[in-house]
DNA sequence: GATGAATGAGGATTCATTCAT
DNA sequence: GATGAATGAATCCTCATTCAT
């Protein structure tokens, strides 16, 4: 007759199993609304247990929402660093890469939770500001400006270049988020990368030139 | 003894000032943290009045997030199905028209509501798509296929180009919701509309023959 | 068919009764360990009703145990202050005062829990220092200086003296809250007084044939 | 491999050092709002340790406040049978005894804690009763008729008597406990004693002259 | 219609206590 | 014996909602 025990000292595995659990909830209900016995059920322990490793609810949904993105800013900013590529190479593995990204859902609940709770966690929002948002965005900006120097790319504000780059990718994540969920048509990301990256490397328009000729 | 002028409000205001006032404190809280008692302070009446007009909380977001945008969209629509103007000067005044729209906090506030309690809110969500998001959608893209038929525009999935063209749109509205209350720096929509537009309709690249013209 | 109504405005009403019975439950728990429902059961109304007129537990607390020894150290302050009566007169009308109020256990358990929360609470203590017994203190030190005055009582430390005639009712008073419901015998306060002026008359008094002499 | 000197102490001692511990801990906050972990921190160990000494908190209490007192009663008692002293050496003796032990702050907290937390724990308060505070006034009481039988002292009830004698000593000892962290002005037990003594003398013993007479 | 008063149902947090190591 | 990890049973407090006026 084995004894089942009723719990295990597992500090060491603990604080993932339930951050991994709070995300869920968190991106599930949003903040306010998710409940820590929820979260404890499915971390698989109980609500008192959280506490021995978060101090308070808030701490925990800083812990989750902290830092998870930066992996992939890495991954984004290195290859726009990758100076000696023509931008566009750089642009189509840009954004095959935030396709990707933004295909799990992971990331994507990550960044509607960010636009959800900025709000009431305005820390949370400047630590994906500073970490993630920024970072890209200027990551991405000086690459074009490097481009337009080597005359690759048309004069033009760098940063709101590299908003046109990146808007259609997040757009195309929240409505896989918000609205596929609701009954909207679903969208593949890695279609939509391969359209944007053509409308934002030659344009949509068709050259009078070339209608003429 | 003069009448008090609160009781000569009439009481067909009392709805819209309550949705007013309903718009603030959900847009600022997200809907779970909302309470109805700074509702109530800021619409200038008691909680419990509340209920004469909504049956509960929930009723109450759905009435202030349900068709708000409505104007907004039709006038965007209207823009698109202007059948007879060449496509550039659609897009253009999409653009324009969007940035417009975007640069008033309600809609954009609305917008990011929806993003935030969708998941909480399937009917909401719903509601913005089939009222607000896949319509314009809708339009656009048909009217994309328009210019399309009449090769104005190059070929490819009129849809995922739609998202091209709205994307850094909502992006902008989103980072001046969400990153400039974090300290990020502001956006201005309307430069952000012409840059885009820029982008879109002829691409980022300096062509070769322009290169070596 | 009478509706027996859940509850009834009772506004004015309340404080005082919720008062009543958090006084009753401090009383006999301590603060840590009263709890707000058994007062809400006692006063006849739910938990949640009590924070409509206090905002938390520790705020109860302080109205309750505040000022209500007030009207009790008037009464003795304004016999103290009868500067033209004898000081054994004083004394004695005084002792009987205090066996009188200490009788009532509502002082008496009030003195206890200011005794017993003192520490966790300084500014209860420091309200009952200033308002209760550091006024008492006074005004009998300043009554017995004024005899010292007249010859009326031996040279010495007023408030020391003042400490001598008090002390024995507030142990008393003690006794009769902490050790009578351990088991101890009880204790008369009326006869402890009138013993207690015997022993400290005599002593405090230049002896008649002394000032003869 | 040096022992850790920690694991040198001898087992033996745990137990004194968690109720020393215990004591400034309870006294501090009394005993529900005492936590385990803060007496095990200051003790030196793991609040699970604890466990091992004493079944649950309660019986950590009972030893920390129950037989504490029992050597300075042993000394007062002491004093007060030594039959042979006139009683006016007996009072001022056990006075100055007692302003001795209550100006350690030892005994001072142990019998606020027994005043605060008598009502919550009868067993206590009895066992206080019982073994210290009936213990010395019956003493007292005895050394006081045998005093009256020798004539020294005047007739009178003298269980009450007694309280007039100690009376001012737990005053003054409670008001150093509660009142000075209060803001309340010190008391000088050895002065306060002398005085009362002085005071308590001259009203209890037969006049020389009445003697005389 | 309007409101102040009241409440029930919850949810976060605390802490004495237990258990596996 | 000692402890870190875990938990269950509270308990405070909040808030949407209801009701008598």
Redesign the interface.
């Known amino acids: 007759m084995t004894t089942d025990p009723k719990w295990r000292r597992r500090k060491t595995a603990r604080p993932g199993e339930i951050e991994a659990a709070a995300l869920e909830v968190f991106?599930?209900?949003?903040?306010?609304?998710a409940k820590l016995e929820e979260i404890a059920e499915r971390a698989g322990l109980s609500k008192a247990a959280i506490y021995v490793y978060y101090p308070n609810k808030t701490e925990l949904f800083r812990a989750v929402v902290g830092a998870r993105a930066a992996p992939d800013i890495e991954t984004i900013a290195a290859i726009l660093e990758t100076a000696d590529l023509p931008?566009?190479e750089l642009?189509r593995a840009m954004l095959a890469r935030m396709a990707e990204a933004m295909s799990r859902p992971g990331l994507r609940s990550l960044a509607?939770m960010?636009?959800?709770?900025?709000?009431?966690f305005?820390e949370i929002?400047?630590l994906?500001?500073?970490g993630v948002?920024?970072r890209a965005l200027a990551a991405m900006s000086a690459a074009?400006a490097r481009a337009q120097a080597r005359?690759?790319?048309?004069p033009?504000?760098p940063?709101?270049?590299a908003?046109?780059l990146?808007?259609?990718?997040?757009?195309?994540a929240?409505?896989i988020?918000?609205?596929v969920?609701?009954?909207?048509?679903p969208?593949d990301l890695t279609?939509?990368a391969a359209?944007?990256f053509?409308?934002?490397?030659?344009?949509?328009?068709?050259?009078d030139e070339a209608?003429a000729a």
Chains 1, 2, 3, 4 share one sequence.
């Open positions: 991106a599930e209900r949003g903040f306010a609304a931008f566009a642009a509607r960010v636009i959800a709770e900025g709000r009431n305005p929002a400047q994906w500001h500073d948002v920024a074009i005359g690759e790319v048309r033009g504000n940063r709101l270049m908003l046109s990146i808007g259609p990718m997040m757009l195309g929240l409505w988020e918000v609205m969920p609701a009954g909207g048509e969208i279609a939509l359209e944007h053509a409308t934002v490397a030659d344009g949509l328009l068709i050259k209608r």
